[in-house]
């Protein structure tokens, strides 16, 4: 795994704006960055990082059968009692999902360690799945890459197949798809999974989610008081179980993406209880509740909010003592303790992998970098190849 050098693109700004990459500065600062590029052998990424990716996923998957049907895991994960229920029979019917994120740190050496798993809203899709792609078919005909230089990267067309499959597993030819409002990032994400759905057949509307009502036959309606059938929401689970409108999920029989048990995997409760499920896993790092300080012996603790995004809230202590903190509003729900595990350092950079998977298959890597050791939301986003 190294850290290479590259020349920009010339035109990569005006090419970005002609695919509609709205979001590649955000606040002034670089959030795309193709002054470098990482670098990996086929070993490493078939190894080291997509076999155990496979592998953490089907692990993650035991965790929610195990707390669906538990009430006390469930209060351990902050989910409220009126959501156990629509929670358990969602899991049950195997309700589909579309795709994850699971945040890795890898050095190049050793087994990668899982930090989290992003199950419900993950971001950075567009520029992993479409244009780190373009980026590297753009370099290798310009003879800036070598012709062998390849990508881990089936995210496109893995979407593309899961949304036929989930329209025929549903039965419908049209989705709705939803992201808040004043998010470019988040409506960028939205707009390239409209169009893999488009490219799969299916009519696709949008609405923001401050624009959703509420009809008078319990029905979730769009702007033109359409009913909404399906909808792709890019709005986590714990806000909307939260909220006025919660009392009418259930009833409003919506084909939600991502289905109500992705509750359970995208909560930071999901990294002790796979410790305790799978203890001394290579790719997992020591985790506990809070309750069970007394079992860590560990010096040094990171400690997460168990609902939190983009690295907000999380703090690193060390022999109790708070060493790093990242501000947020996250915590209220409580917290869990892991181990700490450095991200690798490539010069000042802080190494962040995030694996995909779509249709609970592996289907590429994005990469984010920090001169901070916490990846937050401003953190670059760097391509990468094989080679």
Known sequence: MLRQLSTPRPDWQTRAHEFGFNFHTMHGEPYWDESAYYQFSLKQIEQDLED???????MCLQVVDAVVSDDELLKRFSIPESFWQPIADSWQHRDPSLYSRLDLAYNGNGPAKLYEN???TPTSLYESGFWQWLWLEELVDNG???????????????LVHRFTAIAEHYQINNMHFACCKDTDEDRGTVQYLQDCAREAGLL????????????????????????IQSLFKLYPWEFMQREDFAPHIQAAEVNWLEPLWKSILSNKALMPMLWK??????NLLPSWFEDELHLADESKLVKKPIFSREGANISVLEKGKTILHADGPYGEEGFIYQAWYPLPQFGDNHTLIGSWLVDDQPAGISIREDKHAITQDMSRYLPHIIL
């Open 52 to 58: 155990p990716t496979a592998e953490l996923h089907q």
């Open 118 to 120: 992003n199950a419900d």
């Open 144 to 158: 800036q890459l070598p012709r062998q230089s390849d990508q881990f990267n089936s995210l496109q067309e893995k």
């Open 204 to 227: 696709d509307k949008f609405v923001f989610i401050e624009d959703i009502g509420l009809g008078e036959s319990g029905d979730f309606t769009d702007l033109v008081d359409q009913p």
């Open 277 to 282: 499920l799978f203890p001394q896993h290579p």
